[in-house]
């Protein structure tokens, strides 16, 4: 019975009140998630007398953190996309095989991640950006946090099959009770316990562990309609090669937003020194901000777009994705305004230090110049990931980052006397060409291919 009322809602309910329905505690779970992000950030950076390099060793230790991410959504963004279409053909005994596989897989990436970033922390920050002073804060903060990578990557990859089966509230629910509880332990352990990052590092181990079981205990239990079974926690290349094909687009999207973060540090504390890689942290949580609501609204969209792909009713299929586009552009909007007109505001929220505030600032109004668009550019790469097109959304999450961005890091300092704007430069500049490329590259293969399989 709860199968068939899933399978209906996503088959027949009208598309924006079942848009509104799913996207609304995904974004919920991801602004949610964002402050479990971004709380870490904004209390060490206002620790007394060492807040503002202590935020910059944080900042160098982002890499990691968001490659463990990575991990877990190459698997979780693979795997749940592959399910649903499964489920929109009626076959929920592959469905549960996806799900069982993808189990054994993350619980082994997770053992790899741990004993590599352990064991190589410090050599690992100091290539990413750190410097002698930022060090004794990124070191002590990056080992206590990969012994908890496990909760991590279950929570994370997990979750995502839990809102693809159209159960998006408990998926909310998930992120909440781990950002709650993470914000109620921060200045607990941090200042209370006098602990500093290694109390903020303590406090999401904890509340990511807190997580996880809640993640499993949903999936082993009565209410899902897909479930974790012990016959099918295993590796089968025919079930993962699939799920692995399709989850390298997002794990290049997150994975190279850690390439990525390392070549900034680097060169801006090259040109600009550590406050100038303090000024890139809070950029990056700005940026964060701009990012986690609309992969919320995508992950609202994906179940539909996916089901009813499998289901080969493609006029859900188009309508679900024009609502998403245009509430994705809106929020883009609304964020790239906020950032033009009180840069200083956001600023002062991750720092009260007045030179890294002004500095922060300036590079602001630069590096999120035309971030205004970027809603389309996350609307049809996440729907080519629904469709399934692996090879169409690899291409479009290699070509803003590797193809353009990470380049023009390095190139365009050779053109500007201000090495430090150059730098900054190359995000608004890539963003621009990127969103042209997708929405051209969309437009003419996605929406074209909607109309062949309607007729």
Same mark, same amino acid.
């Given at each position: 019975?709860?199968?068939?009322?899933?399978?209906?809602?996503?088959?027949?309910?009208?598309?924006?009140?079942?848009?509104?329905?799913?996207?609304?505690?995904?974004?919920?779970?991801?602004?949610?998630?964002?402050?479990?992000?971004?709380?870490?950030?904004?209390?060490?950076?206002?620790?007394?007398?060492?807040?503002?390099?202590?935020?910059?060793?944080?900042?160098?230790?982002?890499?990691?953190?968001?490659?463990?991410?990575?991990?877990?959504?190459?698997?979780?963004?693979?795997?749940?996309?592959?399910?649903?279409?499964?489920?929109?053909?009626?076959?929920?005994?592959?469905?549960?095989?996806?799900?069982?596989?993808?189990?054994?897989?993350?619980?082994?990436?997770?053992?790899?991640?741990?004993?590599?970033?352990?064991?190589?922390?410090?050599?690992?920050?100091?290539?990413?950006?750190?410097?002698?002073?930022?060090?004794?804060?990124?070191?002590?903060?990056?080992?206590?946090?990969?012994?908890?990578?496990?909760?991590?990557?279950?929570?994370?990859?997990?979750?995502?099959?839990?809102?693809?089966?159209?159960?998006?509230?408990?998926?909310?629910?998930?992120?909440?009770?781990?950002?709650?509880?993470?914000?109620?332990?921060?200045?607990?352990?941090?200042?209370?316990?006098?602990?500093? /990052? #290694?109390? @903020?590092? &303590?406090? *999401?181990?904890? +509340?990511?562990?807190?997580?996880?079981?809640? $993640?499993? !205990?949903?999936?082993?239990?009565?209410?899902?309609?897909?479930?974790?079974?012990?016959?099918?926690?295993?590796?089968?290349?025919?079930?993962?090669?699939?799920?692995?094909?399709?989850?390298?687009?997002?794990?290049?999207?997150?994975?190279?937003?850690?390439?990525?973060?390392?070549?900034?540090?680097?060169?801006?504390?090259?040109?600009?020194?550590?406050?100038?890689?303090?000024?890139?942290?809070?950029?990056?949580?700005?940026?964060?901000?701009?990012?986690?609501?609309?992969?919320?609204?995508?992950?609202?969209?994906?179940?539909?777009?996916?089901?009813?792909?499998?289901?080969?009713?493609?006029?859900? /299929? #188009?309508? @679900?994705? &024009?609502? *998403?586009?245009? +509430?994705?552009?809106?929020?883009?909007?609304? $964020?790239? !305004?906020?950032?033009?007109?009180?840069?200083?505001?956001?600023?002062?929220?991750?720092?009260?230090?007045?030179?890294?505030?002004?500095?922060?600032?300036?590079?602001?109004?630069?590096?999120?110049?035309?971030?205004?668009?970027?809603?389309?550019?996350?609307?049809?790469?996440?729907?080519?990931?629904?469709?399934?097109?692996?090879?169409?959304?690899?291409?479009?999450?290699?070509?803003?980052?590797?193809?353009?961005?990470?380049?023009?890091?390095?190139?365009?300092?050779?053109?500007?006397?201000?090495?430090?704007?150059?730098?900054?430069?190359?995000?608004?500049?890539?963003?621009?060409?990127?969103?042209?490329?997708?929405?051209?590259?969309?437009?003419?293969?996605?929406?074209?291919?909607?109309?062949?399989?309607?007729?």
């Amino acid at each position: 019975m709860e199968q068939t009322t899933e399978q209906n809602k996503l088959a027949v309910m009208p598309v924006g009140k079942l848009l509104v329905s799913l996207a609304m505690p995904a974004i919920a779970a991801q602004i949610v998630n964002l402050l479990y992000n971004m709380v870490d950030r904004i209390y060490i950076g206002h620790i007394p007398g060492v807040g503002s390099l202590a935020l910059t060793g944080l900042g160098v230790t982002l890499p990691v953190v968001i490659l463990v991410a990575a991990f877990a959504a190459l698997v979780g963004f693979g795997g749940a996309p592959r399910a649903s279409i499964a489920m929109g053909k009626g076959d929920y005994e592959t469905a549960e095989r996806i799900l069982g596989n993808c189990v054994f897989t993350l619980i082994c990436l997770a053992l790899v991640l741990t004993a590599g970033f352990y064991v190589f922390a410090e050599p690992i920050l100091y290539a990413f950006g750190a410097s002698e002073d930022t060090i004794v804060y990124a070191l002590p903060y990056l080992q206590l946090y990969v012994l908890g990578s496990i909760f991590v990557l279950l929570t994370t990859g997990l979750n995502a099959f839990i809102t693809s089966q159209g159960f998006a509230s408990v998926g909310m629910k998930t992120v909440m009770i781990g950002a709650g509880l993470n914000i109620v332990l921060d200045p607990l352990f941090i200042f209370a316990f006098d602990m500093g /990052v #290694r109390g @903020a590092a &303590l406090a *999401t181990v904890l +509340s990511q562990a807190v997580s996880a079981v809640w $993640v499993v !205990l949903f999936l082993c239990g009565k209410k899902t309609i897909l479930h974790i079974r012990r016959k099918n926690i295993k590796f089968s290349f025919r079930i993962m090669g699939p799920v692995l094909a399709l989850g390298v687009s997002p794990f290049i999207m997150q994975s190279t937003e850690s390439l990525l973060s390392v070549c900034f540090n680097t060169s801006l504390q090259k040109y600009g020194g550590d406050i100038a890689v303090g000024a890139m942290t809070i950029l990056a949580s700005i940026m964060q901000f701009s990012m986690m609501p609309l992969q919320g609204l995508t992950q609202g969209m994906q179940p539909i777009v996916s089901f009813n792909y499998g289901a080969k009713n493609m006029d859900r /299929v #188009r309508k @679900a994705f &024009l609502l *998403t586009l245009g +509430s994705c552009l809106c929020y883009s909007f609304t $964020v790239w !305004l906020l950032a033009m007109l009180v840069p200083g505001g956001l600023a002062k929220i991750f720092s009260s230090d007045a030179a890294t505030v002004e500095y922060t600032r300036w590079a602001m109004r630069i590096y999120m110049a035309v971030s205004c668009v970027f809603g389309a550019q996350i609307a049809c790469q996440q729907t080519f990931v629904a469709l399934g097109k692996a090879v169409h959304s690899l291409f479009l999450a290699v070509l803003r980052k590797i193809i353009l961005l990470i380049p023009m890091i390095y190139i365009l300092p050779h053109f500007f006397e201000n090495k430090v704007f150059a730098v900054f430069l190359a995000e608004p500049v890539s963003d621009l060409l990127a969103v042209t490329t997708t929405v051209t590259l969309f437009f003419c293969t996605a929406w074209k291919l909607m109309k062949k399989v309607e007729r």
